[in-house]
């Protein structure tokens, strides 16, 4: 891990455009791809302003080695293949262009950890897993644009004074080098298992995930940026079903028998 932030305060504005029912945005790559028609409009006509509220919170943003992500990258390209493919199918059956909008792996770590950590905070913050939401900073470099990989795990109330700091005191170097120990050790078996390790992302169902699933990594719409997608535990850690995916392998062989709180990727 390359860098921690502290945000002791965080302020979100949350604007109500529309109502859905079964498939939310979140199912979609951009909030435009939503079909019209599915989408219940506020009023018959355009209106001129919408539903806006100010939440404060406070958050824990993680900024990952580029370094690492590139290496980990070259290890996966078959999985990547397969969640691409995964990705086409469930695009086809609802009518869009298959190629677009796929986050490619790197997303898939990350918002793998998001969910591991958020379900691991939840334990110790005060918050319960729906009150903490994820937001994925995933982006592969171009001409354009520098490579982004980052993770902004936060919580957020409507009272004047925000929230307590239950959440961001949980990225101090000793909790969460002791946190993200617990969490990856949670990931490397799950109740469902051997069913859930051998979970593939498209096999014999329009899925877009891998080993993941209630018992182990989905999280309350509320928190989940992309309707609990995917995601892969063995891309974190060794499963009984995948040994030679994992992005902190060699951290969670190591770090027992030395120090705990050590640097994560």
């Known amino acids: ?73 070259k290890k996966v390209k078959r999985l990547d293949g397969e969640f691409f493919v995964a990705h086409q199918r469930w695009r086809t059956s609802r009518g869009l262009e298959p190629d677009d909008g796929y986050p490619t792996m790197r997303y898939v770590l990350l918002h793998s950890l998001s969910h591991a950590l958020i379900r691991q905070f939840s334990l110790e913050c005060g918050y319960t897993t729906a009150s903490i939401r994820e937001r994925i900073y995933s982006r592969s470099a171009d001409d354009d644009h520098e490579p982004m990989a980052g993770v902004l795990l936060y919580t957020a109330a409507p009272d004047s004074e925000g929230t307590l700091g ?58 989940c940026e992309r309707g609990n997608k995917y995601l892969d535990r063995s891309v974190l850690v060794s499963t009984v079903q995948q040994a030679d995916m994992a992005f902190f392998k060699d951290f969670v062989e190591v770090i027992p028998e030395k120090n705990h709180h050590g640097s994560h990727g």
């Not at 005191?169 to 949670?186: N, S, V, Y």
């Not at 990931?187 to 891998?210: F, N, Q, V």
């Open 1 to 73: 891990m390359k860098k921690v932030v502290l945000a002791e305060r965080l302020r979100e504005a949350r604007s109500l455009i529309g109502f859905t029912r079964i498939e939310s945005p979140g199912d979609y790559s951009e909030i435009s791809e939503l079909p019209e028609e599915q989408r219940v409009r506020l009023s018959h006509k355009n209106p001129a302003w919408v539903p806006t509220s100010v939440v404060r919170g406070e958050g824990v943003f993680l900024h990952f080695s580029e370094d690492a992500i590139q290496a980990w990258l």
């Open 166 to 223: 239950g959440l961001v005191t949980l990225g101090e170097p000793k909790a969460l080098g002791r946190h993200l120990d617990q969490a990856l050790e949670a990931m490397k078996l799950c109740a469902s298992d051997p069913l859930c390790a051998e979970h593939h992302p498209y096999r014999d169902s329009l899925t877009l995930h891998g080993a993941a699933c209630h018992a182990c990594m989905f999280l309350p719409e509320t928190s």
